[in-house]
């Protein structure tokens, strides 16, 4: 740390009958009560270099004290001052150069007073050589936060900042790869208070060098410091930790100023996607709900996170609701709205070409169809990330609603709606969906018939594993129509497969077994007699299933349709004997696996 000597003589101030005085031939002749402080001195020093006290002496009459109450810097900038004029050897540093200088310029040391005064002296000290190193511009800063009137009007505060910035946008120059450099800056700077550091890192960015992630590890290494509920793990901590000056202050006074530091760390949050990760992001956003944030607030951080949402784990999602209208344990609106913004910016570039540049193609050179080339081998990579992005996210959002669907106050159409939010072509399979299915139909057992077939409506039987289907065979939880459904589907995929359908439940099983060891219809009529009982159970829960014939040609209808254009022609066949009636529909399943069979 840099420091200045001013003054040659020895230091001869002592303290007698509750007064500072100084060791001296001469008679004292002012006497100045600082606080609670008083100091016998002499006029002819002090009064020369001193404006203020010319002007306050000038008023008093002989003998009367001297007031100087709430002096700046209090006892010890004063007696340094007082020193400076006796010619007494004083150190300034940047531990006591702010209070100095602020007791030097309240006293009116200037060299309007003398020349070469302490006023001058400090100023030049604090641009030639304090404001040129980082830790003194460091601890001067921080001494400004005691006197921060008389620091703006003094400008140490504008001039510290400034050099701070000027000397982080210096390292990050000559940095040959910013980016990966040691952010130890950004660790000395969290020691500031927020306003200070705030407009540091303003004034950092506007110098549009420091890299953006640079700008957001710095808010991460800050976040951290003084935001309890902003930890490394993403786990609360208590409400009174993090700030030192949080003594006395009562837990309101403490939130309110964490809820205002939150909010400028999100206002300096750089603009450039990646700059700072998904989990900091949505961590911001869980300490935004406890700290009550306000509501633009939380929704700029829900729109940054939609925008990396494929980076994020259901962990992250898992944002307390803390609201005192909502009875859900999670807020499902946000992370609706985190999916809506991710779909929106994630659109894949269009892969056809423009008109114009098919009418001019055959002008085009050698090069020029290199160049296209290699143009549209970019945005297919482009293409391809944004489907593979989408297809993470799907998973992601299917694992979330797995969370949720524990819930026993999370509304149905809230569920429905954030799984059908995902693209279709983003699921490759069903699984995790039906498990959502199956988790919310075991926690919300009161639905009545309607609203789980209602549920069962996001899933898509055809995507479904054979492992799946055979667990949703056997669900009772399932509405029965949903349950023939699936096995409708497994019978056909076992068409296309020359397999056939196994381990179906009960007495399904047992007849579709039967079924495939009999040599003609005889034996296939005393197969159904046998089971007479088992299926004509099954036939009277379908014929009680309460389902119209429009919607059954909605649930049956476009699946097939769809599958007849993809299928093979076993699938084909398959799918044209597909029932109108649900009471048709297990003799169909009995007729489809017979002729599987003899057909292998």
Known sequence: ?????????????????????????????????????????????????????????????????????????????????????????????????????????????????????????????????????????????????????LCEEFGITSRCIDALASMVIGHCCKTNNPTKSRNSWAEDISELGMDLYWRVMLAV????????????????????????????????????????????????????????LLEKIVTLLPAEKGSVSCGFLLRLLKAGNILNASASCKMELARRVGLQLDEATVTDLLIPSLLYDSETVYDVDIVMNMLEEFMLQSQSPPTSPPRERLVCERRRSRSAENVEFELHENGRRSSSASHGSKIRVAKLIDGYLQEIAK????????????????????????????RVVDIYLKTHSGLDKSARKKLCRILDCKKLSVEACMHAAQNEMLPLRMVVQVLFFEQARSAITGSQVTNLPN???????????????????????????????????????????????????PRRGRLMRNGSSRFK??????????????????????????RN
Request: net charge negative; hydrophobic share 35%.
């Open 205 to 260: 960015k506007s110098g549009g060098v420091v890299p953006a992630r640079s700008v957001g590890k710095a808010l991460k290494v800050y976040a951290r410091k003084w935001l309890p509920n902003v930890g490394k793990n993403g786990k609360s901590g208590e409400i009174l930790e993090g700030d030192d000056d949080s003594g006395g202050e009562s837990v309101k006074e403490v939130t309110l100023k964490q809820r205002l």
């Open 507 to 557: 007495g399904i099983n047992s007849l579709l077994a039967k079924s495939n060891s009999g040599d003609d219809e005889n034996d296939m009529s005393e197969l159904q007699r046998q089971e007479s009982k088992k299926s004509e159970t099954l036939r009277m829960r379908l014929e009680e299933d309460e389902i119209s014939d429009s919607e059954s040609d909605d649930v049956f209808m």
């Open 1 to 149: 740390m840099k420091f200045m000597k001013l003054g040659t003589r020895p230091d001869t101030f002592f303290t007698t009958e509750a007064a500072r005085s100084i060791s001296s031939d001469v008679t004292t002749d002012l006497k100045i009560q600082v606080d609670n402080s008083l100091y016998n001195l002499h006029k002819f020093p002090l009064l020369s270099k001193c404006l203020r006290l010319q002007a306050l002496w000038a008023e008093t009459t002989d003998g009367e004290i001297i007031q100087l109450s709430n002096f700046p810097g209090g006892i010890e900038a004063f007696e340094t001052c007082a020193k400076f004029c006796y010619g007494i050897t004083v150190t300034i540093s940047a531990l006591n150069i702010v209070p100095v200088r602020c007791a030097a310029a309240y006293l009116g040391m200037t060299d309007g007073a003398d020349r070469g005064n302490l006023v001058g002296k400090l100023d030049a000290f604090l641009n030639s050589c304090i404001l040129r190193r980082w830790k003194d511009t460091l601890v001067t800063l921080q001494q400004t936060r005691q006197y921060m009137a």
């Open 573 to 598: 066949a398959a799918f044209c004997v597909i029932p109108a009636k649900p009471k048709k529909m297990m003799n169909k399943i009995w007729t489809m696996n017979k002729s599987v069979t003899e």
């Open 407 to 434: 819930d026993p106050n999370m509304p149905m159409d809230k569920l429905i709606a954030l799984a059908e939010a995902v693209p279709e072509f983003a699921r490759a399979d069903h699984d995790d969906l039906y």
